[in-house]
């Protein structure tokens, strides 16, 4: 990767970005109604970050996750969640769905397993936050990764 300097999508067209922020509180008030914690939100923003390589967003969401009291040790291991447990049922099954929803152009779809396992696990509303949450933080990885958006100081 070169450092060359990229036109910021983000800054450039920001009644658009604009719009993906309400998308994205939109989607964490939905969320919380279905009485999801915000570890799990933000846990499913940082792993669709990660396995999207976007720098700025893994990095800016990690920091926010440790100063609303999210331990390190366990956004140090998010990236192999499944070999740990540390995890609960419910924030595994968010992370299976989020990674499937990530990883859609590599699968072309959302297998019934996971499904079926984030229905039952999650139930319906928080199903469908958990996937807005994810379809949300998808977006704006693809602005942040074309972008290469850099780190804040």
């Given at each position: 990767m070169t450092n060359s300097h990229r036109i910021q999508l983000s800054d450039a067209l920001p009644e658009a970005r604009k719009h993906l922020v309400r998308v994205t509180e939109a989607a964490?008030?939905?969320?919380?109604?279905?009485?999801?914690?915000?570890?799990?939100t933000d846990?499913?923003?940082?792993?669709?970050?990660?396995?999207?390589g976007c720098a700025y967003c893994t990095d800016t969401h990690s920091a926010e996750a440790i100063e609303a009291g999210e331990q390190p040790r366990r956004i140090f291991v998010l990236p192999v969640w499944r070999e740990t447990e540390l995890f609960?049922?419910?924030?595994?099954?968010?992370?299976?769905?989020?990674?499937?929803?990530?990883?859609?152009?590599?699968?072309?779809?959302?297998?019934?397993?996971?499904?079926?396992?984030?229905?039952?696990?999650l139930g319906e509303d928080a199903y469908?936050?958990?996937?807005?949450?994810?379809?949300?933080?998808?977006?704006?990885?693809?602005?942040?990764?074309?972008s290469r958006k850099p780190l804040p100081a």
């Open positions: 964490s008030k939905a969320a919380s109604d279905a009485g999801l914690s915000r570890a799990v846990l499913v923003r940082i792993r669709v970050s990660q396995v999207n609960t049922e419910q924030e595994r099954a968010a992370l299976e769905l989020a990674e499937a929803m990530t990883e859609l152009p590599e699968h072309r779809e959302v297998s019934d397993e996971v499904y079926l396992r984030a229905t039952k696990v469908v936050a958990v996937a807005w949450v994810a379809t949300a933080m998808n977006a704006l990885n693809r602005l942040g990764v074309t």
